[in-house]
């Protein structure tokens, strides 16, 4: 049986660092990392584990990339540039192929974004995967999501409700052109690009993991503000708006998860500065909570769906 240290050796060890900040990679106690004067080092966690994220039956090189998408999604969401990641991986079992692919996902996303894998822990267990990743973002223009102000305007990356399209697939929704929605729930693409240049555009941002109105409504409650979002604006796909004509389920863009877009909030004077492919969905506004305006009628919306109709 391959050792741990071989392991590492054999499917994380990078031959030469990507990534200038990176002083020390794996190998010794700790790793090296250098943050530039002025500055500040934005670090995120998260954990995928078995039958609670992922399917048992999940593709390793598919979930090699989502687990590190995840992570660097959270740095893309604060305007930070990815410098370097740590992987906890907790394994029933040392399956050399499962590893390969895994491994192979991971770092092949990593090198399109030019991070480390500077170090990590190897253990035994049910399967749980865990990434701290690590960027840099200029001091105090980091993208929070506790300074969106009344008046300004809600954008949003990229299409809705793709990825939530896929999970529906997956779970038995019969759709023709099945390929690309699958494809944003297995290998979502973190908007690093769009999150940097949002810094000094932006006056608050998240990425969406949990859906848009769980999100989004993270935005208001911290910024103490509340917010209008108009239906027909929404960037839904062909197919999304197809299964909404097939199934009435309207409800599914806005609560579903794992898009991984950036929603974000520009001051009016900004609106002309903000990247290509972005979408105005919405005013953030001084009445509390989240409206939704469809057909001319305004909808109180609530973190998990439609609240009532009015
Ligand atoms: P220690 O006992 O000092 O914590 P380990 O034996 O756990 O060190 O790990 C040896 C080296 O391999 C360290 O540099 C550690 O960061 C790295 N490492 C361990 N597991 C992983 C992993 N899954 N991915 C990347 N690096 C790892
Ligand atoms: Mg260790």
Known sequence: MI?????????????????????LGIGDDCALLSIPTGYELAITTDTMVE????????????LGHKL????????AAMGAKPIAVTLALTLPHIDENWL???SSG???LARQFSVDLIGGDTTQGALT?????MGIVPKRQALKRSTAQIGDVIFMTGNLGDAGLGLKIKQGYRYEAAQAALERFHTPMPQIGKGLALRGVASACIDISDGLLSDLGHILKQSEVGACIEWEKLPLSSSVKAYIAQT??????????????LCFTVPSQFVHCIPANCTQIGTIEAQLGLRLLKAGHIETLTATGYEHFS
């Open 248 to 261: 009435g389920d309207t409800l599914m863009p806005l609560i579903s998860g794992d898009d991984y877009e």
């Open 129 to 133: 995967l865990t990434v701290q990743a």
């Open 68 to 75: 590190l998408a995840v992570n660097l999604s959270d740095l």
């Open 3 to 23: 050792s741990e240290f071989s392991l590492i050796d054999k499917f994380f060890k990078q031959k030469k660092h990507l990534n200038e900040h990176t002083n």
């Open 51 to 62: 039958n609670v994220h992922f399917f048992a039956d999940a593709d390793p090189a598919q």
């Open 100 to 102: 390969r692919q895994f």
């Open 106 to 108: 991971f770092l092949e």
